[in-house]
Each structure stands twice: as C-alpha cells, then as structure tokens.
C-alpha cells in the first residue's frame, strides 16, 4: 500500500512559554499513538515535532493512505439456536446476519466450533480499514481534547458569535496535508487549508505550503518561522555562546541558563540575539538583584567574567525579530532595564539606613499566618528552637539565637517587597553591612534553599540550626491548625520541608556533626513536642508532634524506596529509630540480608512470636530457681552475659557488632526451643519461659523488627 507524507499544524493564540515544550510532547504522543494504533505508520517513517510561541505540529514521513482490513471471528449464537435439527439457518440467524450487515450469501461462511462444551456457530467477517481522512479526523479531535483536559483551558466564542469551544488557547488556522492533497479536517470550529501564516512582524500572511514534506522548508524560508523547538533551541544557544565569546565572557550556571533558555525558546520564532549594557554603578548592587532582574524580569541572559565568574555589566537579548538596525533593539531594550535597576539601587540604599534590629521590631505587623500569629511571634519560636538545637549540638547558642532573631528581619525591607524572591538573600547582604558574623551572614542566605549540599561541620553548624528550625517550626505550625498537604496540593511546602529536615539530618551525619549512635543525638519528636509547646493558640491540634513525626517519617520512606527494598525499610521505621541513625541500620541490614546467619534469625524470631501470640504473659520477671533443664540454663546464662555488651554496642550505634553478637544468643535459643516445651502444664515454669523468650525477642529486634524482613531462599 501507498505512503504519503502527513504534517499537521494547529496555529493558535499565544500558547504559556513554560509549558510549551510539554504541551508539544502531548500533542506529538496523542497524535502518534492515535496513527500508530490504526496502523497506519509506514515502518521507514520519521516523525519531526514543531512548536512556536503560536504553532503546534507534527509531520510524519511515510502514513498509508488507509488502515489494513481486518478479519475478525464473532461469536453468533448457540448453534442449537441458529439451526434446526436438519442443520437448516433458523430465522434468528438470518436475523443476526443482517444486523452485522450480512445476508444469506455469507451462511457457507458459518462454521460450528466447540466452546466451553457446547457448540457454538462463529464467523469470520472482514472490516475494512478506515480512509486516512477519518482516522486523522479522530486523531485531531482526541488530541484537542487530551489537550484541554490536561492542560489549563479556556472558553471561547467562535466567530459565528453563538457556539463556544474549550481549547488551551483560541484556535486561529489548521493544516492537514496528506502529500499534496488537502484532508477535509473540522476541529474547534475550524475547516483545514494547505496555508499557514509566517512570523508575527516579518511575514505575517498567509503561506501555501503545497506538499507535507516540504512544511518546515517553505516555513523557514517565507515564513521567517523555525518551528522546530529544538533546532530553535540549539541555535540561539550557539548564538548566545558566540557573543559571550566575542567579549571574553561566559553564560554562567548551566541548571539557570538552560531553564531560561527553554523559555525563551518558547517565545520567539525567529530569533536574533544582541549584547546590551548597563551602568557600571549598577555592580554595586547584590549580585543576585541583578541576576534576578535579567533573567527572571527581563529574560536577558547576564554575563559573568571568565576568570572570577564575576558578573558584568552586558547581558545578552534575545529578540523576535531580525533588523539591519541593531541599535534600535538594543538600545530599547537598554531603557527598559535602566529604570529597574535604578529602582533596585534606591531600595537598597534606602534599606541600608534602617537597623536589623529596627526591622526585627516591625515584624509584628507582618501576619505569618491569620490563626497562628505575625512574623515576629515566629521569629521568637525560632530562637527557642535554635538555642535548643545549639546547645544539643554543642555549639554557640548566641550565634544560633542572633541567626534567628534576624532571619526575617528583610520582610518589611524595599528590596524584598520588589524582589520577594530575594527573601533571606537580602536578610545575609543587611546582616554583612550590619557587621554581623560570617556565619550569621550565611545563615540567613541558606535558610530557604531546597537542600543542603555541603557536610555540616562547625563552619557552617549556625546555617544548619536556622535551616532546621525554619522547617520543623513550619511543619509543627500548620499541622496544628489543621494544615497539611493533600494529593498534588501542598501550597506551603510542606512536603519540601519535609524533606529538607530528612536532609539535613544526612549531611550533619556526613560532617560528623552527629555521630551514628545514640548519645546526645536530636530526638525528632521531643524537638516536635518543643515546638508546639510554644503555641499559645487555642483549639491547636495536642496530637501534632506524633503525627508530624510520622509525616516526616512517610517522606523519608518514599524517598528511601529508590535505593532500598520495602521489607528493609519497614523493619527499621517499625521501631522509629533517630532520623541520624536511619541509614546506618538500613545499611546494616541490607549487608545482613545477604548473609546465611539471615535464616535462623528470621525462623527463631518467628517461632519466639508464635508462643507469646498463644499465651499473655503474666509475669514480669524471671525465677532462676524455676530452671530445670541444660539448654535452659545455657541460654540463661548466654543472655545475662550478653545483654550489658549488647546494650553498649547499641549505644555505640555498631549494628553489625550487635547482629553477631546476638547470633550466639539465637543458636542457643534454637537448641533452647529444640529441646525443651515451653506451654508445660506448670504456670510458673511456662510463664518463667515465656518471659525469658519476651527477653530475647527485645534483643533480636530492638533497633528494626526482623519480622518484617523476608529472605528469599528461605521458606519462613
């Protein structure tokens, strides 16, 4: 069969730039996978996606002109029902013929087949394929609407003034060509054409495109359009590269400059890019002002010096539109910019005048919450937490109490109150002109970042305690109002917080700032139970502690999931270990589990839960004068021997140490429960043993329940 080229285009209003790259992919997988289950995509077939700031489109290289026939087997009817005793058609045959569309004709066609132990008359019936025109028409239409749904959609009125249609944006143009020939396609109101129209300002009519394959040339060359997002993407960053290069300067941060880089990509066609300037004085300014007035305001692209990675006083333009007159561009674009930053400038000044201490002061007009209180109140809860955590950590709580009292004290600053972005960064540049300490001026710039990147150590143990205690006052404050994150919502970040508890918590471990063992660690639900005291609200939730606690405990778990197996992470969390030791015992137990010693663990921990599941124990001690066999007394003596060590080597955080240790305490409790019966008729002796047994299930499974676990090559 025949194949033909197939390029489809839905020109619309201005589609969201941050969402362009996705909303393409949408387009391109709803469309090929419509073609692709109509079997109508040739086997040699290349498939090229396009999308501008006012396009989506696909063009298939080789699609059939229709789908293949197919031979379907249907079930008729029972065959004592469609024939008679004579094997003669029945009426109700006849009639289930035609209602397939059949006749009389096709009755040598019905064969009798054996079904579940009765016969049954079936026929083959051939369908024929659908035309390239319908399937496309399908395809259009499920593809718009797998757009709308997904996507942030409007309602508008079509030009006919009565009907409305639900697309992502106003639907202006549609292209449906099948090599040469136009497919009669109606979607949103709108009947297809082999035209499209060009770029905005340089082309902006209507172009013929007069095959599919010939789409992205004509477009380019007459339309002054590149419409393949990532050929668009490649160049302008070649072109950004190139004009950095000319004047011995680099792009900067490769995370920042690609995100900005697809944006950008998302809102121009025809892109040309130019090198702007600006004031030196405007260097003065925070580096991070300027930055974030660039990219984030602007969508210029800063440069920064090879050598120091300093930022410069040029910045890169991307504009839509190519001119002869450079100058024009780039100087428009030098007049919008010098008005934001001289705004900055004064801000900053301004801001410089007034006192961090000052600042502190007014917080208590600034409402950190309607049912919780203002900003100021939090900052008191802040220094509580930290000084507490400094003095866990042994380190300076004045320095931790100072962080505190001045990590929201840029709130009611100008900078902040044009840049909110730069909230805690403008907080670290007032704090350094204060003269404050180093470790205070970082505290305040790490205090909302996502993560923490670096060991805690006692250079950066102040960022740390802020960073802390921003998030578990956080948590604790809107979970006891009732606040918490629900399937995809979480508008306050809690999940993040979260999470950046769990972090840090890793990197004071990794800086040996808390030493994996259980002397002088942070207790998360005593640090919890802390925070909430500090409410003095009614109506807050008394059960917040236990349940933040296990919301941390749940993000930890997920999070875990993608580096160990769920049996390993349910025995560990089944005891709420500190969150500093929750790694070493995962690691101790996933070296455990490959080990032979694994089995006899798991079936005396087993048989040991049997016997106390059968009887409540109803003592709570043990009588050595009630011993009357050898193994018992072996076993005994084993754990009176052991029990002082263990505890030691527990404290001392050696997980592995304790598992061997106990595993001489598990052979004699085989051999103890091999040999002797536990459920005697005596009671005193039975409950004697149980009690014994009660011990050496809290030895086995004192910092992960082993019954959680399960071994593969054992049959437990």
Known sequence: MRTKALTIELLTEELPPKKLLEIENTFTNSISLNLSNNNVIGVNNITNCYSTPRRLAISFSDVLEKSPDVTKKEKLMPKKIGLTENNQPTQALIKKLYSKGLDEKHLSSVKIELNEQQEYLTIENSISGKTIQNIVQETITTTIQNISNQYQSMRYQLPDEVNTVKFIRPARNLLVLFGKELLDISVLGIKSSNETIGHRFMSNSFIKIDHANKYEDILETKGFVIPSFIKRKKYILNELKEKATQINSILGNHEELMSLLDEVTAT????????????????????????????????????????????????????????????????????????????????????????????????????????????????????????????????????????????????????????????????????????????????????????????????????????????????????????????????????????????????????????TNYSNYIDILELSELTLSLFHQKNIDLETPKKAVDFIHDRYKYQLL???????????????????????????????????????????????????????????????????????????????????????????????????????????????????????????????????????????????????????????
């Open 562 to 716: 993608n580096n160990f197996n769920r049996d390993i992470i349910e025995s560990t969390f089944a005891k709420k270990p500190p969150l500093h030791l929750i790694l070493p015992i995962l690691k101790t137990l996933e070296i455990f589990k490959t080990t032979p010693k694994l089995s006899l663990f798991l079936i005396t921990n087993k048989r040991i839960n049997n016997f106390l599941k059968q009887d409540n124990l109803s003592t709570n001690y043990f009588e050595e004068k009630l011993i009357d066999n050898d193994a018992e007394k072996i076993l005994y003596d084993a754990f009176l021997n052991t029990k002082h060590v263990l505890l030691e080597l527990l404290q001392l955080g050696k997980f592995s140490e304790y598992l061997e240790l106990t595993y001489s305490l598990i052979y004699k409790t085989d051999n103890f429960l091999n040999k002797v019966t536990i459920m005697t008729t005596d009671n005193r002796i039975c409950n004697n043993r149980l009690f014994l047994l009660s011990k050496i299930r809290e030895i086995i499974n004192n910092f992960a329940d082993l019954s959680y676990l399960n071994h593969e090559n054992n049959n437990i």
């Open 268 to 515: 121009v066609e025809y892109p040309s890019v130019y090198i702007g300037e600006f004031d030196k004085e405007f260097l003065e300014l925070p580096r991070e002002c300027l930055i974030l007035t660039m990219r984030s305001h602007q969508k210029y692209f800063p440069l920064f010096e090879k050598e120091t990675n300093n930022l410069i006083n040029k910045f890169l333009i991307v504009s839509n539109v190519y001119s002869g007159k450079e100058e024009n561009i780039i100087t428009g674009n030098q007049k919008v910019i010098y008005p934001r930053l001289s705004d900055a400038k004064f801000f900053y000044e301004t801001d410089n005048i007034v006192s961090l201490d000052k600042r502190v002061l007014k917080l208590k007009n600034v409402i950190y919450h309607n049912k919780i209180g203002n900003q100021l109140e939090r900052v008191e809860r802040l220094r509580i937490i930290s000084k507490y955590l400094a003095n866990k950590l042994a380190t300076d709580p004045i320095l931790a109490d100072r962080a505190a009292m001045l990590s929201k004290s840029d709130l009611e600053s100008l900078m902040v109150g044009e840049f909110p972005e730069l909230q805690g960064i403008m907080g670290s540049y007032y704090a350094k002109q204060n003269g404050e300490s180093d470790s205070i001026v970082d505290a305040l710039k790490n205090q909302y970042i996502n993560r923490f990147d670096q060991p805690v150590t006692s250079k950066n143990i102040i960022s740390a305690i802020l960073f802390l205690s921003e998030r578990i006052e956080k948590v604790i404050s809107l979970f006891s109002i009732k606040i918490y994150p629900s399937g995809e919502k979480d508008p306050y970040g809690l999940r993040r917080a979260a999470i950046g508890i769990i972090n840090i918590f890793e990197k004071m471990v990794e800086g040996k700032t808390l030493e």
